[in-house]
């Protein structure tokens, strides 16, 4: 079970390392938007055509976004959890034995 140190730690390094993904993602989105907007206008589309489009696209955005950082969340922990795994073997193998384990 991660605490409330852990969840912070993993924010961080969200944050860090994806940051820059999510701008370029976000420019991609707006990207698409725009190129919606200049097909309508060349075209001649009402508003009425074109709006329920960009809604859609921006819904879509939004949830690829959330179920990618449900995913990178997840593996974060997963890999903090192997590492602090590792590190209470290492700490096991280095703290000596008991005496009651010499004694059998």
């Known amino acids: 079970m991660t605490d409330a140190k852990t969840n912070h730690k993993l924010r961080i390094i969200y944050q860090s390392k994806h940051q820059g993904g999510i701008m370029i993602f976000w420019a991609l989105v707006i990207a698409a938007l725009g190129l919606l907007e200049v097909i309508a206008i060349a075209f001649s589309l009402p508003a009425e055509h074109v709006y329920p489009v960009a809604l859609l696209i921006i819904l879509v955005a939004v949830a690829l976004l959330y179920r990618t ?13 192997l590492e602090i795994d590792e590190l209470r073997h290492e700490l096991r193998s280095r703290t000596p034995e008991s005496p009651n384990s010499e004694a059998d």
């Open 69 to 81: 950082h449900i995913k990178v969340e997840a593996a974060l922990k997963e890999k903090l959890e």
